[in-house]
């Protein structure tokens, strides 16, 4: 089925896309895909040049976590650390998602014109992406070769979840006869660009800040929210999840990377057993917050 | 000598080095290098790899420009376009510029913690790049990495030449008991944190905004102004002058990437030539607009 929207293909949108992979699994949970290599298990780091330790590090993770996690997110500045051997990993690890799942580059884009055409045409024809978290500060037009698509995702930096994010984000901006936060401002454009734009549009909100969540959720009801600061971040969980959840109990992309990739090991050997234990926690913890008997 | 600023170190600053290859050179240009292989000579094309045919490019522009140019600038999004290879040439090409000539890559970035740590680490340490473009939206702490770097240059996107940049940059925001544009604010900000971090702190503004640039150069009069679209984008060069240069007739890298990299070529052999005139032109179209005998 088609979205509706203008420009819109008989191909499902990345918003159905996300759904079903949500409803399908029973699982709100988003794993990022951050390859540290300090944190790997030794086997994985012994005797193999930098892109095969990422790639079967997200090998592992990925089989281990595949029929749990609704999406993937690989942030780009791990990959890009590591210069032509991460991006190598980078490519690869799309490759290694089963096709059901979308996957989402963590590449928080803000560029304009011919460059943003470059980095839309990479990431999402080149590299096949799903969707790309990206940058508002640069406005609309920026985001034009990304929004355009009717068969991706365009999540859009609002409330981040760092110390810091206010000191822009909650600047108080003026609005008609009214004053609010930039980054509530920013959810009203976000919301008014997905009815014109063909791609499906999102928010990236922090879990440390469930009270500006909830004001995000009031203005955008029907955007998906992806939630970062749930792991080692220690955002709230439970107080996120009430703040965010939509109306059908879902709606949420509720991310963690550090906490599921690196938690504590006994035994090298089976290092993915503590990866599932860990994803099967976080699951299970977003699912008993969530209201009973609905869609996903 | 050191800048005198907090963390600041015995060597140089990227404000004292920019300033030096300006004076070296008598120029204000920035040679953007964003290789567009669909308008590389003919000759670069046949029987290279893209990673090749783009550092063919790269080696005769900075070859025919490194008399003419303060300063170079590759964008990211040329590069990561191409994935791999394309990675591999930016790599390469930061080695092609003499050591004198800094190089900034606009990269345009904005991520927080762990991650603004790896790009930090991967585009000063791994990759040598000078000084980086970056956004401002994420708030100062997502800037530490690279605002703690005393040899280093952070250029704060601030007012972009793009038409819709106005979505958030000329929001009205609150400021005590003014209300003032965000990109104003920004510029603010900027230049306070240009008092207490060790990093040379700079700013982004489009020619295509002269009057929005001499608002900027007002609250930020000792700031360098990364200066976009002269050239393919049609800002008013001579406007943009007049508005920018600081009180001492500098103060500015004026960038042109296109209208420099792609003139018109007659005879494919040479076609470095008209690369070269095209960088003259600008250059001493910059100089004949700036005041006479000042300092660069």
């Given at each position: 089925v088609g979205s509706g929207k203008p420009g819109a293909t008989a191909g499902p949108s990345f918003q159905q896309r996300l759904l079903r992979a949500q409803q399908g699994a029973h699982s709100l949970l988003c794993v990022g895909l951050d390859p540290d290599l300090a944190r790997f298990p030794a086997s994985l780091r012994n005797g193999k040049d930098v892109a095969e330790a990422i790639v079967a590090f997200n090998t592992g993770v990925i089989a281990a976590t595949s029929d749990l996690a609704s999406v993937f997110k690989p942030n780009l500045g791990f990959y890009l650390a590591h210069g032509e051997a991460g991006i190598s990993a980078l490519v690869e690890t799309r490759r290694l998602v089963p096709r059901h799942i979308p996957v989402l580059l963590d590449a928080k884009v803000g560029d304009i014109g011919i460059t943003a055409e470059g980095y839309a045409a990479g990431y999402?024809?080149?590299?096949?992406?799903d969707a790309v978290t990206v940058n508002p500060?640069?406005?609309?037009d920026s985001l034009e070769p990304f929004l355009r698509r009717p068969d991706k995702g365009v999540i859009v930096v609002c409330?981040?979840?760092?110390?810091?994010?206010?000191?822009?984000?909650d600047l108080s901006t003026r609005m008609g006869d009214r004053d609010q936060a930039l980054f509530l401002t920013v959810a009203e454009r976000v919301r008014a660009w997905s009815e014109r734009w063909p791609a499906s549009l999102g928010l990236v909100v922090g879990a440390t800040y469930p009270t500006e969540l909830e004001a995000v959720r009031r203005r955008a009801p029907d955007l998906p929210i992806l939630l970062p600061?749930?792991?080692?971040?220690?955002?709230d969980l439970e107080a996120s999840l009430r703040a965010g959840l939509d109306a059908t109990g879902g709606g949420l992309m509720v991310s963690a990377s550090r906490a599921i990739l690196?938690?504590?090991?006994?035994?090298d050997a089976d290092w993915t057993v503590p990866v599932r234990a860990a994803a099967i926690e976080l699951r299970d913890r977003i699912n008993a917050a969530r209201p009973a008997r609905v869609g996903a």
């Open positions: 999402f024809d080149a590299w096949g992406f500060y640069l406005g609309e409330k981040t979840s760092n110390p810091g994010s206010g000191d822009l984000q600061g749930v792991g080692a971040q220690a955002g690196y938690p504590p090991v006994s035994d």
